[in-house]
């Protein structure tokens, strides 16, 4: 039995660390290198299968990709709310915007209580660049009580993964183990 | 109002709208109706929902706005992509009440705002690129400054294995040459011929070497800022006489005329006798060295234009400085083509540590240079006050120091 469901995810992190990238590339399949700014909320959908004990579920992810800056925080309420999941991403080659997602995550906790995190440690490509080590992410990530992946949004690692995981956390009836 | 015109009012401001039951199924829509996109036709009986993928989670908020426990759902800043282009909205949800109060279901309203949205993104991305590029710079900063850091140990380093070096050479060498002016003496026998000849090349090698120690041990020094300047009046005009009365065998080797010019009288120059007389020594051997044979010299001493200097100009008709060389000339290591090509002894580093010299006695030097007729090289020295008859390094006053600053 094919059941299908609905819920609002959004993508959580400072400015320039590729959350419109992660959505382009798992949404469309596509990249592009040129940075360009998100103001206010870009809303995107895409159906996943998930499978689940009792068969499987359609899920219909609303991914609520969100302007990083600051600017928009007086709004943020507003998107945030009736949020079921969110990944918070952070630049693996900007370590300030790791420390920026506990207050992204309070932010999305306040207002939607129930939501199920993950953490996208993007720019994974970027070898030469990191200033972030995934000891540091791990860690990070503990600190939330999530999972996280290291992702690139520019050749597609871990992305498909990192969406289907937290698909999978919104339709359990039970949290999720992490990896 | 007049439905049509209300109609093209609402196309005018580019204002869509949908009135729905209270099953938040659309009942009625106007107004801009592209603003609904393809769907935009066939919206009627459709789920609000459905249609506008943001109200997925706002579900309880509609409930409250329908139960008329909340009187809004606004949300601002929602980006469209539309033929390529992105479209940005603001969304309103309001109750729709009937004539008698009750809500009946909701307004959803639906306005472009693209105009504003083109020009908020504009600032945010210009914004947040000047953030990333000040985040880029303030990283490369950060790590040149640990680049340089290390760059200054390593020439401390250096610093101080030259200084180290030099001052051992230097040593010996004096002993060297002790023995060798000892022997040229014939304190130790008679000599002949082709002997003293010999001896002479070696203490005139010997020289130059401990010249070039001297100059190493000085630039280690200076760049270290571990000059001491022991500062006293001093007639200029005295020094400069006992130079050249120095000076006077090897000008008159190369037939070299020297006139010193100076008014009878000039007051105390406030400076450290033995570096003066490095300076002046400086710019004596290189207007020598750059003069041909039968030239002149000139040292001028004046009173300078900057009052309470002196000035100190030396003059010669040589070669000239070409004016690709004259913005380096006080760099280190710098010699001019004319002097490489002319195989002139130097190292380039005399009028780097003269100038260094100078500017330790707070004075200035510069020059004039026209290119096959010679130049002109000024140096101005404080005038000692007359209370400065003690010592004193620039900057400040070490301990026991008495100077005080005519400047």
Known sequence: MTTTISKKVCLLGDFAVGKTSLVRRFVYNLFNDKYLSTIGVKVSRKAVAIPRQDGVVELNMILWDLAGSEEFEQLRDSYLRGAAGAVLVCDLTRPETLESLHSYAEDLLRVSPGARLVLAANKHDLTDQWRLTPQQIEAAAAGLHTSYYLTSAKTGEEVETLFRWLGQMLVEPTPGTSR | ?407
């Open chain 2, 1 to 407: 109002m007049n439905l049509t015109l209300a109609q093209l009012i609402l196309q005018d401001r580019q204002i869509a709208y949908a009135l729905t039951d209270r099953t938040l199924r659309i009942v009625e829509a106007g107004g801009a109706m592209d603003l609904f996109g393809k769907n935009g036709v066939s919206c009627l009986g459709r789920a609000l929902v459905d249609l506008f993928p943001e109200l997925v989670g706002s579900e309880d908020l509609l409930a409250e706005i329908l139960a008329g426990k909340r009187p809004r759902l606004q949300l601002d800043w929602i980006n469209r992509e539309a033929d390529g282009q992105t479209l940005y909205l603001t969304m309103v949800d309001l109750p729709l009440r009937s004539p008698g109060g009750s809500v009946t279901g909701l307004i959803h309203i639906l306005q472009d705002t693209t105009g504003m949205g083109n020009l908020g993104q504009e600032l945010a991305q210009r914004r947040n690129e000047l953030r990333l590029l000040h985040d880029q710079l303030a990283r490369r900063n950060s790590e040149l400054a640990a680049a340089n850091t290390e760059l200054r140990r390593l020439d401390d380093l250096k610093s101080a294995f030259i200084s180290s070096a030099t001052h051992e050479l230097r040593t010996p060498l004096s002993t060297i040459i002790g023995y060798l002016e000892m022997l040229l003496e014939e304190n130790f026998g008679p000599l002949h011929g082709e002997q003293h000849e010999i001896l002479a090349i070696i203490q005139g090698s010997a020289r130059r070497l401990l010249t070039i120690v001297n100059t190493l041990l000085d630039i280690t020094r200076i760049e270290a800022g571990r000059i001491e300047l022991t500062l006293r009046p001093t007639d200029l005009k005295a020094l400069v006489e006992r130079l050249v009365a120095e000076f006077r065998p090897q000008l008159e080797a190369r037939a070299q005329h020297l006139a010193l010019e100076a008014p009878p009288e000039l007051p105390p120059a406030l400076c450290d006798e033995t570096r003066a007389m490095q300076i002046v020594s400086n710019l004596l051997s290189n207007a020598s060295k750059y003069t041909p044979d039968g030239g002149k010299i000139t040292i001028a001493l004046s009173p300078a234009a900057e009052e309470g200097f002196l000035q100190l100009a030396v003059a010669d008709t040589g070669m000239g400085i070409s004016p690709d060389d004259q913005p380096h000339l006080f760099d280190r290591f710098f010699r001019t083509r004319t002097a490489v090509q002319s195989n002139v002894e130097g190292l380039g580093l005399g009028l780097y540590i003269t100038r260094s010299l100078v500017e330790l006695h707070r004075g200035r030097i510069w020059f004039e240079s026209k290119p096959g007729r010679g130049s002109i090289f000024y140096v101005t020295f404080p005038v000692a006050g007359p209370a400065e008859d003690t010592l004193a390094p620039p900057g400040g006053a070490g301990p026991g120091f008495g100077f005080r600053a005519t400047r």
